[in-house]
């Protein structure tokens, strides 16, 4: 399928004027993860907001279906983040990307003393070097006003539960964030660091393990209940277009880490 035009996109803004509310109207998006859950809200709301996205994911019936709901504003390609071949294919045909998100990641967390080394650097392998293959490959597409915004999560500036390596995967996301943003300058880098969400992640887990969690994470959180997608995706819209944010986390976890 072919991917989308890269018609320029909007000017910054005049020195002392605020941006205007059309700052993601004719911009290249690329969600990977974007065919479900929080990566597809942020494709809705972005092109709804005017942008044009390209989806990337590893499954292409998934994929299809998520551009076929999108719209013309849509186009995917399959694209397997732990090969860093896979991801320099995936933006081979781009000519210019102005905001990436990703949030595709596979792996296993729990107890150091029970994990396998293998397990336990699962998030390692596929959330914080996925990643890292991301921002690299689309490092010399992006336009000097774009951004890159990173996926780590509430757990780790707070773990839940023992899990070491995911809790140490995170907070090494948000390092990876700052260093990137050194590096990328002037184009923005930053991360949103959700908490519990009530959504695509949680839904094809056992019905009591998902409500042992959800109860417990509305007892530890200051506004006592779940996040939506939508609210972690107005976050990530959030991160594209402030033209000066970059090299922060943002937690829309509800208090989770006050607590």
Same mark, same amino acid.
């Given at each position: ?6 018609? +320029?996109? %909007?000017a910054?803004?005049? *020195?002392?004027?605020?941006?205007r ?5 004719g911009?290249?998006?690329?969600l990977?993860g ?6 597809l ?5 972005a092109v709804?907001?005017?942008? &044009? ?6 499954? +292409?019936?998934?994929?299809? /279906? ?10 995917w390609? #399959?694209?397997?983040?732990?090969d860093?071949?896979?991801? %320099?294919?995936f !933006?081979? *045909?781009l ?9 595709? %990641?596979?792996y ?5 003393r ?7 650097a699962?998030p !390692?392998?596929?959330k !914080?070097?996925?990643q @890292? ?5 689309? /490092? ?13 999560? /509430? ?8 899990? #070491? /390596? ?7 996301i ?6 990137? %943003?050194?590096?990328?300058? *002037?184009? &923005?880098? $930053? ?8 959504? $695509?992640?949680w839904?094809?887990r056992?019905?009591?393990?998902r409500e ?9 959180t ?7 997608e ?5 976050a990530?819209? !959030? ?11 943002l937690? +829309?976890?509800?208090? @989770?880490?006050?607590?």
């Amino acid at each position: 399928m072919p991917l989308p035009s890269t018609t +320029p996109g %909007a000017a910054p803004p005049p *020195p002392g004027e605020p941006p205007r509310g059309d700052e993601l109207r004719g911009r290249v998006v690329v969600l990977i993860g974007g065919a479900s859950g929080i990566g597809l809200r942020v494709a809705h709301q972005a092109v709804a907001a005017g942008a &044009r996205v390209v989806l990337g994911g590893r499954t +292409p019936d998934k994929l299809a /279906a998520a551009a076929d709901a999108l719209g013309d504003a849509a186009d995917w390609h #399959p694209v397997e983040v732990t090969d860093p071949g896979s991801v %320099a294919a995936f !933006f081979g *045909p781009l000519d210019r990307v102005d905001h990436v998100f990703t949030t595709a %990641a596979d792996y296993r967390v729990g107890p150091m003393r029970e994990l396998s080394d293998e397990d336990a650097a699962s998030p !390692f392998t596929s959330k !914080f070097w996925g990643q @890292y293959h991301v921002a690299k490959h689309a /490092a010399p597409l992006l336009s000097q006003d774009g951004s890159v915004v990173l996926m780590s999560g /509430a757990a780790g500036a707070r773990p839940p539960a023992p899990a #070491p /390596a995911y809790a140490a995967c995170n907070a090494a996301i948000e390092g990876l964030a700052r260093g990137l %943003a050194v590096e990328l300058a *002037p184009v &923005r880098v $930053n991360v949103v660091s959700p908490g519990t969400v009530d959504g $695509n992640l949680w839904a094809g887990r056992p019905a009591q393990d998902r409500e042992a969690a959800f109860a417990q994470y509305r007892r530890d959180t200051l506004l006592h209940r779940l996040g939506t997608e939508d609210e972690i995706a107005h976050a990530v819209l !959030f991160l594209f277009t402030n033209r000066y944010m970059t090299g922060s986390t943002l937690y +829309p976890d509800g208090g @989770y880490t006050l607590r």
